[in-house]
């Protein structure tokens, strides 16, 4: 079965650390752009970090750049998102997700963009003020 497994995450103090990950599974992700997305509560979700699998380039938001780092473990078929002081609002569910169609420029800066091949679970992260 193809399919994004998500891992991570939890409830940490204003200032803290967590890591996301995101493991691909039955496929690999070459050729894949690969997004961590944000939804919190009654908010749009919101275009965190992308990869892009084929050059390694990677795009932030301005609101987690910084802070936030996006990696990938070829050996290990799964990407990262370390998540450094973290701010109550960055409390979110995170979902990662995977596509051969869009750069990640879109993928970060085009709303609605349309369904995108693959998609974690997601995992909830919530910081504590």
């Known amino acids: 079965e193809v399919r994004l497994v998500e891992s991570g995450g939890g409830l940490v103090q204003t200032g803290g650390s967590l890591r996301l990950s995101c493991a691909a599974s039955g496929f690999t992700f070459d050729h894949y752009a690969i997004a961590w997305f944000r939804q919190a509560p009654g908010k749009e979700r919101e275009g965190v970090s992308c990869m892009s699998s084929s050059d390694g380039l990677t795009y932030d938001a301005d609101s987690v750049k910084g802070r936030f780092t996006i990696s990938s473990d070829n050996a290990k078929n799964a990407v990262y998102l370390q998540m450094n002081n973290l701010k109550p609002e960055d409390t979110a569910t995170y979902y990662c997700?995977?596509?051969?169609?869009?750069?990640?420029?879109?993928?970060?800066?085009?709303?609605?963009?349309?369904?995108?091949?693959?998609w974690g679970q997601g995992r909830l992260v919530t910081v504590s003020a």
């Open positions: 997700a995977a596509d051969r169609h869009y750069l990640c420029w879109a993928l970060m800066t085009v709303p609605n963009l349309g369904p995108l091949e693959l």
